[in-house]
């Protein structure tokens, strides 16, 4: 079994603040990792990919990956009410994905 | 900007019975798949499809369930005897010919499915 796991949260962060998500992996085979915004109800919706060693920025988001110790994270700075979401951490290998479970955040006001 | 698109958007069956759920994925996207996601569980995998035939499955794709693309748009997952299990949030999702090389996968809005 191909898993995923993510800090089971929820994580509750002040408005402005950072909010620090990390994942697990075991299936080495995995090609790249991507991380979903899902709302509650809604479906997932993609922020950003990663698939070299290192850090990846794209405007409030930055995604690290290790592959040697196959880990992921995302970091959100200057965390908004709006980025409030449950956030899925998923792993490719070929053409599909496996899923975290999801870490819900929370962003007070 | 385009996107995958799934009909309906809820649908309420009868344990025993089919349900036909569809998608229409974005244009010139070549692989299709279908997940689920039983209410605050995680999203599974359930069948990926391209050059109109399946390419993988999941342990959960078993004979009750199929998948077509009869068209050059609609994308389809049939349950031929619905259970109580099946209850969950469909979604559908398509990738481009993989250009990008990272084959960033777009989800439909997804279907929920609850059987009674």
């Known amino acids: 079994q191909k898993e995923v796991e993510q800090n089971s949260g929820p994580l509750s962060v002040p408005e402005g603040a950072i909010a620090s998500l990390n994942c697990t992996y075991s299936?080495?085979?995995?090609?790249?990792f991507f991380w979903y915004r899902q709302y509650s109800g809604k479906s997932p919706e993609l922020i950003m990919f990663?698939?070299?060693?290192g850090d990846k920025e794209d405007g409030r988001f930055t995604a690290q990956l290790n592959k040697a110790s196959q880990y992921v994270s995302l970091l959100i700075r200057d965390s908004q009410p709006s980025d409030s979401a449950t956030y899925l951490c998923?792993?490719?290998?070929?053409?599909?994905?496996?899923f975290g479970a999801g870490t819900t955040v929370t962003v007070r006001a | 900007e385009p996107e995958v698109t799934q009909t309906p958007s809820h649908q309420v069956t009868q344990m025993g019975q089919e349900v036909i759920l569809r998608c229409v994925p974005i244009?010139?996207?070549?692989?299709f798949y279908w997940y689920r996601q039983i209410l605050g569980q995680k999203v599974e995998f359930l069948v990926s499809?391209?050059?109109?035939?399946?390419?993988?499955k999941s342990e959960i794709f078993d004979d009750q369930f199929s998948v077509e693309r009869p068209d050059g748009s609609n994308f389809t997952l049939k349950i031929r005897s619905t259970k109580l299990e099946d209850s969950a949030m469909y979604f559908c999702?398509?990738?481009?010919?993989?250009?990008?090389?990272?084959?960033?996968?777009?989800f439909g809005p997804g279907t929920r499915l609850t059987v009674t």
């Open positions: 244009s010139n996207h070549l692989y």
């Open positions: 999702a398509s990738i481009d010919s993989g250009t990008s090389g990272f084959y960033e996968q777009y």
């Open positions: 499809f391209y050059n109109n035939e399946i390419s993988e």
């Open positions: 299936d080495r085979g995995s090609q790249s």
């Open positions: 990663i698939y070299s060693n």
């Open positions: 998923a792993g490719r290998n070929d053409y599909k994905l496996s």
